[in-house]
């Protein structure tokens, strides 16, 4: 029986959201398949370049109407974009699931937590659009002044495309800019959906593009484009950063996560095992800030292990439309890979506590055990970005080694550690090279403060005021009441001239 939603989806599919509509692409398409049941559910389209170059230019024409609002019309556009994201939410939820196969309950929640970032930037920007300096020149008001950019490209991934879209759809629309993003190739229609959300602002202002990466590049690289977030691969991130800087846009880049999980003797064993099941393994571990290095003090090492195995062993797997507790990875070519990169552990010694195989009661779909590996720190898994369901723990004997591991990555997204020592928790605050720190409550997000990493993670921050900034240019004002002779101009005094002094 076809539902009301997967109706929806067929009659979305192959098609872009183009100046306020739903219009067909006239390029080639390619297969959406359910991950669960691994049944095509829909097509993707590779817009053309035609497509691509009136898209961008729908979003210069549409940012400019958008910009000669007042910022109070703004912020009421963007507060009914919230509203209507979260009565949006479950049917958008619905769609996520049954595109990259994360538990409903994790897809539902996204919608939710995407419609809180518009609140957030609706009133931030309304504020907050400069400031006034202190006057250089007696009787004169000077000021900075905060513009928008133009039209930013958004590049978002599968594992969270809802959320990461409004995030800088928030701050990109606070600020005053239009918005075109391109989805997965695997989660287009949870976007195309969600455009529903954003149908009274001014046509062109928030569109979707779809397609592969000569979209990505031809939207990046584009004269009539001014700013970029992009989240992804290394490799990709790297491209989209050089093509960027020939012209100087800004860019916002999250490009991979290797996050360490500490946890030291003071901690409650039993909680910390219970939370690091969930940052290893929450949407089947397809999340930047994963636990992926778990680090245990030897003190405790036994103990947790214990713990961890027994919460994993408990955890249901399945399509995430059922009750379950972690669906499938999103594609078979993502299963593969961590197929692969589980195989190459065991290989190095790793050994395999649970899961590490896919599950005998499922013959269809991309589904993976949830695994736990004891590892060393030198394995290839421990220095690269897993983006599945695998903890792989490894012994320490202070917290001065946990520190030097943790730090003994090219990535440095986010960090946590379990401890109720207050020492230990302000020396990772203080000595841990990452742009998260999570003590004793791992994979939060606040709507109000900063997220990004350093090092080969990327550059740039979002949510904020710092999110906000991403996405502003600023403009500095010299007001001088009325146009006077001032003696600083020409022609210059004799008696200042070298050959007086």
């Not at 509203?83 to 539902?108: C, H, I, Q």
């Amino acid at each position: 029986m076809t539902t009301e939603i997967q109706k929806l989806m067929h009659t979305l599919s192959g098609k872009n959201y183009l100046n306020g509509a739903y219009v067909a692409s006239q390029g080639e398409r390619a297969d959406i398949v359910d991950p669960a049941t691994e049944q095509v559910i829909g097509h993707y389209p590779m817009s053309t370049d035609a497509e691509v170059d009136q898209a961008i230019a729908y979003a210069n024409a549409a940012q400019k109407q958008w910009w000669a609002l007042s910022a109070t019309e703004r912020a009421d556009a963007l507060h009914e974009v919230s509203r209507k994201m979260k009565l949006n939410a479950a049917r958008v939820g619905e769609v996520l699931t049954r595109e990259m196969g994360k538990p409903y309950r994790e897809s539902n929640w996204e919608g939710g937590a995407a419609a809180s970032s518009i609140d957030y930037y609706a009133e931030l920007a309304r504020h907050d659009n400069g400031r006034v300096a202190g006057p250089a020149i007696a009787g004169q008001l000077h000021m900075t002044v905060k513009e928008p950019l133009g039209v930013v490209v958004s590049i978002v991934p599968f594992n969270y495309p809802v959320l990461l879209f409004a995030w800088q759809a928030a701050a990109s629309l606070a600020a005053g800019n239009a918005i075109i993003v391109k989805p997965s190739d695997l989660t287009p229609i949870s976007l195309l959906i969600l455009m529903e959300a954003f149908d009274h602002l001014p046509a062109g202002l928030v569109q979707v593009l779809c397609g592969g990466p000569s979209v990505g590049k031809r939207l990046v690289a584009h004269k009539d484009t001014h700013a970029v977030a992009f989240t992804g691969s290394v490799p990709a991130a790297q491209s989209v950063a050089q093509a960027a800087a020939v012209r100087f846009k800004p860019v916002l880049i999250e490009a991979s996560g290797n996050d360490p999980f500490i946890v030291m003797p003071s901690a409650p064993v039993a909680t910390a095992a219970k939370c690091a099941a969930f940052a290893a393994f929450l949407n089947c571990g397809q999340v930047c800030t994963s636990a992926e290095r778990l680090y245990i003090h030897a003190d405790v090492y036994d103990q947790f292990l214990v713990a961890l195995k027994k919460e994993v062993e408990a955890l249901r797997v399945g399509s995430g439309l059922d009750c379950v507790d972690i669906g499938p990875m999103a594609s078979s070519r993502e299963r593969d890979r961590f197929e692969k990169m589980i195989a190459r552990a065991v290989e190095q010694g790793a050994k395999v506590v649970t899961g590490g195989k896919r599950p005998a009661h499922l013959s269809r779909g991309w589904f993976m055990e949830p695994t736990i590996l004891e590892v060393t720190h030198d394995m290839d898994i421990m220095h690269s970005e897993s983006f599945g369901p695998v903890a792989p723990i490894c012994k320490v004997h202070s917290l001065d080694e946990a520190i030097q591991y943790a730090n003994d990555s090219e990535f440095g997204l986010g960090a946590n550690i379990f401890t109720h020592n207050l020492t230990e928790a302000m020396r990772v605050v203080n000595e841990i090279e990452s742009g998260i720190v999570w003590v004793n409550t791992p994979l939060n997000d606040n709507d109000t403060v900063p997220f990004g990493g350093r090092k080969m993670t990327g550059t740039g921050r979002e949510l904020g005021s710092e999110g906000l900034e991403q996405f502003r240019r600023s403009k500095m004002v010299m007001i001088a009441p009325e146009a006077q002779s001032d003696p600083e101009w020409f022609p210059y005094p004799d008696g200042d001239a070298f050959c007086n002094a």
